[in-house]
């Protein structure tokens, strides 16, 4: 078994011809280069740069959030960790569908009705705008962090593959090259700009995710059950465990309270996703954001049935062995199968794909926190509302350089872990420090400014303090090879104290309870008049348009 392993190792290292995919990143680059710089002509005030001017429509904007919600955990990560786990892998699609099914039913077109250009523009609409506004945003901060941390892992994993190029350092190269293009994509385009690359990527994403299902179907006669029992020859002794649940997670009671987690974590997650919600700020009206949702949930939702043919198709026609040998490992499942399909044409224009979908998610990622920073702290909480829409702009323009020295660092050290678990972390912080407060501030009218700290803080604390001691941090090691497989490499530090990989299913109720504990113990009173303006407004759309020019 071993000595039919390494050839391929071998092999998967020198994949493709580096040339011809550094031709084709370079082609899609210069074009969406070009893009942004045009889109850049009409940032004049703070509306355009933030909220791309309200000009999408609602096909637009719904292709846009398409892009902006599948992420390179979408494409890299998850048809690895179907590649490599199966039916425990498919659960990461199912979890990513679903959550976004909770966020449009219960908060996405109520938050557009409500606010201006973020989160913390609802949640302070009837609570202290000050405290309010700081604890959304350093909340809002968190994730984007977490979730440019999956990106830049997946950016170091693919160029990796494509290279050929071995060691953490020259992948630090890679990923620190990615955060550069970010940043000037982002200071370049702002959100219009951000937008248009987002709905070509979304485009390319499923075109070229359906070409590669349909190209996979052929080989098995268009039968499922074949491909499916391709995927378990291939991987030899046990195979047949892909097929049923329990490879990744059921094995033991901690697998199963890690799978617990990591389900509510994706279902609750999308919700509080300050770059998602966002995108509902760029269109006009209530109606079109209706019907950007009815675009969204389909080529969402298409996209995710693709996912299970090529992530079993990997696993099928590459194997899980070739895969975790690869540069870039399990990430690199569908740049593999792409090979394997097409050659190095195909190769390099599915890795262009996935390139395009870090990017175009990185400057969606990088645009919301810049916005949260100079919107909601620079401008509210610490200028007081006394500052031209200029000045807010500059200042979010050297917010976009710091998040992007931060994602770099950041990604350098997440190099190599999946990127589909990374993004999970992200959805449990979001889960925990936002969705509470987001829907006790739209459905609960007792809730108030004290009860909406207790559970943004508490979530966000409690959840920073359980990762940074989980083993996703230090301690996890491979039990076949010896290695770490944890963001620090070193297996001789290991200050990891719980073995709870994903803590949303301690977090998230935590933050509803410290909701309810902090408006019960205040002494400070809801305002009942505001509530009933930010419910009339919230389900029909009344003033939301004069709202938002102001």
């Known amino acids: 078994m071993i000595a039919a392993v390494a050839p391929m190792a071998t092999e998967t290292e020198q994949i493709g011809e580096p040339a011809v995919n550094i031709a084709i990143f370079g082609v ?46 979408s494409f890299l990560g998850i048809c690895g960790a179907i590649a490599i786990n199966g039916y425990d892998g498919f659960l990461y699609s199912i979890g990513f569908l679903v959550a976004w099914l909770v966020a449009l039913l219960l908060v996405a077109e109520l938050l557009r009705n409500t606010g201006k250009f973020t989160m913390a523009d609802v949640l302070s609409f009837r609570l202290k705008e000050r405290p309010v506004r700081m604890a959304a945003s350093l909340a809002t901060l968190a994730v984007v962090f977490f979730y440019l941390l999956a990106q830049m892992a997946g950016a170091g994993g693919l160029v990796a593959l494509l290279l050929g190029i071995e060691g953490t350092g020259a992948q630090g190269v890679v990923i620190a090259v990615v955060g550069a293009l970010m940043i000037l994509y982002v200071l370049v385009g702002g959100m219009k700009g951000t937008t248009w690359v987002q709905i070509i990527k979304a485009i390319l994403l499923i075109a070229g995710a359906a070409v590669m299902t349909v190209w996979v179907l052929s080989k098995y006669g268009f039968n499922l059950s074949d491909l499916l029992q391709g995927a378990v020859d291939k991987a030899g002794e046990g195979g047949e465990a892909l097929l049923g649940p329990g490879k990744q997670y059921g094995a033991t009671s901690m697998s199963q309270l890690n799978f617990l987690s990591l389900a509510l974590a994706l279902v609750l997650g999308t919700a509080g996703l300050p770059h998602v919600l966002m995108r509902f700020y760029t269109v006009p009206t209530a109606k079109e954001a209706r019907r950007s949702v009815v675009w969204a949930i389909w080529l969402i939702g298409i996209f995710y049935l693709f996912t299970l043919v090529l992530g079993y198709g990997a696993g099928a026609l590459v194997g899980p062995e070739a895969i975790k040998a690869a540069p870039g490992g399990v990430n690199s499942a569908a740049p593999l199968l792409a090979f394997e399909l097409g050659g190095t044409i195909l190769l390099g224009l599915i890795s262009a794909v996935a390139f395009a979908t870090i990017l175009a998610v990185v400057a969606g990622l990088t645009i919301t926190a810049a916005t949260s920073f100079a919107h909601d702290i620079y401008a509210s909480v610490i200028k007081k509302g006394h500052i031209n829409p200029d000045g807010e702009v500059r200042v979010a323009r050297v917010t976009v350089l710091a998040i992007g020295i931060l994602a770099i660092v950041g990604g350098i050290f997440a190099n190599g872990q999946n990127v589909a ?31 909406a700290l207790w559970s943004m803080y508490g979530g966000l604390i409690s959840c920073l303090v359980l990762i940074t001691f989980s083993p996703v941090v230090s301690g996890k090691v491979d039990p076949v090879t010896g290695a770490s497989l944890s963001m620090i490499k070193d297996t001789s530090v290991d200050f990891h104290l719980i073995e709870l990989e994903n803590p949303g299913l301690i977090t998230i109720p935590l933050a509803f309870i410290l909701g309810i504990v902090g408006t019960y113990l205040s002494k400070g009173k809801s305002s009942p008049e505001k509530y009933a303006e930010m419910e009339v407004r919230s389900l029909t759309g009344a003033g939301s348009e004069k709202a938002v020019t102001h």
């Not at 070009?34 to 791309?52: E, G, L």
């Not at 993004?423 to 501030?441: C, D, E, K």
């Open 28 to 73: 899609f680059v210069l074009i969406t280069l070009v893009i942004v710089f045009r889109a850049s002509r009409n940032n004049k005030t703070a509306a355009d740069y933030y909220a791309a001017g309200r000009s999408f429509t609602g096909p637009q904007n719904g292709t846009a959030i398409a892009g902006d919600y599948l992420s390179a955990a």
């Open 421 to 451: 678990f990374l993004v999970a972390l992200a959805f449990a912080v979001a889960a925990s420090a936002n969705l509470p407060t987001i829907l006790y501030s739209l459905f609960w009218k007792r809730f108030n400014t004290s009860g």
